[in-house]
């Protein structure tokens, strides 16, 4: 087979456009790839700058409750229970006399509502207003 000028030039010019192609195509990929990892980035900012924003917004809610939790602890619970049965048990006394006391007054009652009956009675003044 014999080649030729003519066919060294083709075979030359179908070479350079294979290449061509290829730094074409490789460009393009490069291109896509490039303008791909930007939105990402853009994508992976935006994430960051909310999850920046809602980590502040935590610190905040901790930061109030550790001032609620530090309140609590200052109130002495133990105190509190020990005069709750103190005042129950002086309760408890109070209403001991206070039943004592309706008794009193029910014989009281019992007493001074019953009849008596007066043989003679001297009465040196009465006036009565209506």
Do not use: C, W
């Not at 490789?26 to 980590?55: F, P, Y």
């Not at 609590?72 to 206070?98: R, T």
Request: neutral net charge.
């Amino acid at each position: 087979m014999h080649f030729n000028l003519n066919t060294y030039l083709n075979i030359l010019s179908l070479t350079a456009m294979a290449v061509v192609a290829f730094y074409v195509v490789r460009s393009k990929v490069k291109d896509e790839n490039l303008n791909d990892l930007k939105e990402r980035v853009a994508i992976l900012e935006k994430e960051r700058e909310e999850a920046r924003t809602q980590h502040i917004e935590n610190q905040k809610a901790i930061a109030n409750l550790e001032g609620q939790l530090k309140t609590y602890k200052e109130i002495p619970l133990k105190a509190i229970a020990a005069s709750l049965s103190e005042l129950s048990q002086s309760n408890g006394q109070i209403l001991s006399v206070l039943q004592g006391s309706a008794l009193i007054a029910a014989n009281d009652r019992d007493i001074l509502g019953s009849k008596q009956t007066v043989k003679e009675m001297t009465v040196e003044h009465q006036t009565i207003k209506k």
